[in-house]
């Protein structure tokens, strides 16, 4: 599953994108918190019929009710006290935020998490309990646990039902790492290669951002020397550069073609000619 | 561009714009973890406003990079920063108690006066339940059969003897303290159960959560026309009253948080559906917490106080006492004139 995007405006005014959560990090934070309120009880009941002390339909209705006092309560509570996580989304590095782009109010927490247990917890420990005899019911249940639990798998932004009534997202929590700017070490090469506007034509950012991305790693193995000449070799081909490129070179002629290039295409940014790839001047005649 | 002393003129524009800045984001990084481990609380004063700052200064940053900068690195860096930076800037600040002390000032009473229409729906749908059972029952006492399953009518049934009827109003029977405490709990997990389930069903156009509660009056108004056929119409009422009033009026509430979602979808006015029923679900919330709140109460005194207490008047006052001590609540509560914020909240406290 790929991750998708969306994008939320703060009272800042600058839109925040956001990558959303998968259905495998929900599955697993929802499974963790599962274990985390059922578990330690579920052993504990589980000894307590062990013993023997007290017959079977008294554990399971002190079992139900206190799975239902501490159930909702750990949601609402850990998300409100964890802006969004619970200690399940915490270890699995999602949370929840509000879709408006204010901070999360504690009506959205409690409306989405009442809601988690009309959609799944209610039926499921109604069935479960096996209060229900009629085959109809339970097979309703059933079905109906499994269409809501199939809602987030069919929408653009996996909003479960009481993530629409809320109005939030599940997002994956952002990483944020910072490398090293190209551009700015780039400068103090020996070979100095050097490019005209002609040569700067061809591409745009796209191409650019590939290439910064080939160059955030300096080759190792032959393979990859080979690999990255080959890059060099065909963009010198497509810009038309002339001059010989010697064979030890290429990487510097990389690091400076990309230099001169982001300088380039900046600049032309800046006077309202944004290249988004190198077909820019193709979509630019239609119009 | 070139000849220059200062290292940062050597750089392209987009370089030194990032070169100016990144002492600041990597100070707002070094503040964002921390907060993101320890919480708001654990920063100095300075600190806080720092982040504040910085955080406006990265809004800004990213604001310029995404039209000046075509450096991927820098932007992807920014745009994570600046969200785990909002995310820390933009937590509830509210603490627990104040929530839930301001949910019980002021949330719920003021949902529930906002809620009329939703409300009356609920209490519409069990009182004609109700009277239409009763009628039916005199027309053809064959229909109590049709409303009330067996396992749940226990030997209540239209013929049985009037001793027995009122042994099971007044049947002390031998339960200990601890098995009322059981029964208690099992009273509340069913009757959450069905309240949950009329809120739940009640998105589905309110039709449901009206014909689920409509069905709870019809087995009120079919057991009610049975023991009153039976001359116990008294002690009957009594005997519902002691908790009923409590209990059949939070199925009510339900029902209105789900006839609330309900009206949203059927008459949404000038908002789209979805808009319409998250602004619902605001009091339909609430609403579904008074009701549980008060399906507690209901329980204990259902499971503790009924069989202890037999006397027709004081099972009466308790019950209705109670009821009135909810709508004194919900009425008084959380007008906004006053400043009493920590008004009777301990009604529920019985």
Not at chain 1, 36 to 54: D, E, N, Q, R, V
Not at chain 2, 156 to 162: D, E, F
Not at chain 2, 266 to 274: A, E, K, S, V
């Amino acid at each position: 599953m790929t991750n998708l995007a969306i994008r939320i405006s703060p009272p800042e005014g600058v839109p925040i994108s956001f990558r959303i959560a998968t259905g495998g990090q929900r599955f697993g934070a929802q499974l963790l918190d599962i274990l985390i309120t059922f578990g330690g009880m579920f052993l504990f009941f589980l000894a307590m019929i062990w013993s023997g002390i007290f017959d079977w339909s008294l554990i399971a209705t002190l079992f139900l009710l206190l799975v239902f006092f501490l159930r909702v309560p750990y949601y609402i509570f850990s998300e409100l006290v964890w802006n969004g996580r619970t200690i399940g989304k915490r270890i699995v590095k999602i949370r929840v935020v509000s879709a408006d782009g204010g901070r999360l109010t504690p009506h959205q927490i409690t409306a989405r998490n009442l809601m988690k247990e009309v959609e799944v917890f209610m039926p499921a420990t109604t069935i479960l309990s096996a209060t229900v005899e009629s085959g109809w019911v339970t097979f309703a249940l059933v079905i109906w646990m499994l269409l809501v639990l199939l809602v987030p798998l069919f929408n653009k932004k996996r909003q479960r039902l009481g993530d629409m009534i809320a109005g939030t997202y599940v997002i994956d929590q952002p990483q944020s790492v910072l490398l090293p700017d190209l551009a700015a070490n780039g400068t103090s090469q020996a070979a100095g290669f050097v490019f005209d506007t002609v040569h700067l034509e061809v591409y745009g950012r796209y191409e650019l951002q590939v290439l910064e991305e080939i160059l955030r790693q300096k080759p190792r193995t032959p393979e990859a020397v080979t690999r990255m000449e080959d890059v060099s070799k065909t963009i010198q081909r497509k810009i038309g550069y002339a001059e010989k490129v010697a064979q030890g070179d290429n990487w510097d002629f990389l690091s400076d073609f990309y230099r001169q290039q982001r300088q380039y295409l900046e600049s032309r940014q800046l006077f309202g000619d944004a290249r988004e790839d190198k077909y820019h001047e193709k979509t630019k005649e239609p119009e | 561009m070139t000849g220059l002393s200062a290292k940062n003129a050597d750089l392209i524009r987009s370089s030194r714009f990032r070169a100016e800045r990144e002492a600041g984001w990597k100070e707002l990084d070094q503040l964002v973890t921390r907060t993101e481990k320890a919480g708001l609380p654990s920063l100095r004063y300075e600190e806080a406003q720092k982040l504040a700052s910085l955080y406006r200064q990265a809004m800004n940053s990213l604001s310029v990079a995404r039209s000046i900068s075509m450096d991927k690195a820098l932007l992807s860096y920014l745009e994570a920063l600046c969200a785990r930076a909002y995310l820390v800037v933009y937590a509830p600040q509210e603490s627990i108690r104040g929530i839930i002390a301001r949910l019980f000032s002021h949330g719920i009473p003021q949902a529930v006066r906002r809620s009329a229409l939703p409300l009356s729906v609920g209490f519409l749908a069990m009182f004609l339940g109700a009277v239409v059972g009763y009628l039916l029952y005199f027309q053809d006492p064959g229909w109590f059969f049709t409303f009330v399953p067996p396992e749940m009518s226990d030997g209540r049934v239209p013929g049985a003897s009037y001793s027995y009827l009122r042994e099971t109003l007044y049947d002390s029977g031998d339960r200990s303290g601890e098995t009322l405490g059981v029964f208690a709990s099992f009273l509340f997990s069913h009757n959450t159960r069905i309240a949950i389930f009329i809120f739940a069903l009640g998105v589905f156009a309110t039709l449901p959560s009206f014909i689920l509660t409509f069905y709870n009056g019809l087995l009120l108004g079919a057991f009610f026309a049975m023991f009153a056929e039976a001359g116990l119409a008294l002690d009957l009422f009594a005997w519902l009253s002691i908790h009923g009033v409590t209990e059949l009026s939070a199925i009510c509430i339900a029902c209105a948080g789900g006839a609330q979602l309900g009206l949203a979808v059927l008459l949404p006015g000038n908002l789209t559906r979805r808009e319409a029923l998250r602004a619902a679900g605001r009091d339909a919330v609430k609403l579904i917490i008074l009701a549980g709140l008060m399906l507690i109460v209901a329980a204990i005194v259902e499971g503790f106080l009924r069989q202890l207490v037999q006397s027709i008047s004081l099972r009466l006052m308790i019950g209705w006492g109670l009821g009135a001590a909810w709508l004194a609540w919900l009425l008084l509560s959380g007008r906004d004139t006053g400043q009493d914020k920590t008004q009777t909240r301990d009604t529920a406290a019985s």
